[in-house]
Nanobody
Framework: QVQLVESGGGLVQAGGSLRLSCGGSGRTFSTGAMGWFRQAPGKEREFVAAVSGSAGNPYYADSVKGRFTISRDNAKNTAYLQMNSLKPEDTAVYYC?????????????????WGQGTQVTVSS
């Protein structure tokens, strides 16, 4: 059974930091793209960041560029999202996603595997 499990969410004050982790099991994700999406109440799920397979090139939404850093450890089948300078508008459920292909997409429908989500709440 293929699974992605997120951890690291929580409550933080504006300006603070959190580090999300996404561990994969059931298959190797080392050659496929992995990404993070988020969904705030009443809003659609949106792309946050992703890292391509093989080359490991990162891509970011404009809203998080310069504040968030995505990385991956293929040996651990794990992706990370370091979030700094958090803002109240970053509050959302954050989802880890993975796909078999190495190309990064910003469309959620391109990703085959999803985690259950982890809540991030940033207070002002």
């Amino acid at each position: 059974q293929v699974q992605l499990v997120e951890s690291g969410g929580g409550l933080v004050q504006a300006g603070g930091s959190l580090r999300l982790s996404c561990g994969g099991s059931g298959r190797t994700f080392s050659t496929g793209a992995m990404g993070w999406f988020r969904q705030a109440p009443g809003k659609e799920r949106e792309f946050v960041a992703a890292v391509s397979g093989s080359a490991g090139n990162p891509y970011y939404a404009d809203s998080v560029k310069g504040r968030f850093t995505i990385s991956r450890d293929n040996a651990k089948n794990t992706a990370y999202l370091q979030m700094n300078s958090l803002k109240p508008e970053d509050t959302a459920v954050y989802y880890c996603a993975a796909r078999s292909g190495s190309t990064v997409y910003t469309l959620s429908g391109r990703y085959e595997y999803w985690g259950q989500g982890t809540q991030v709440t940033v207070s002002s």
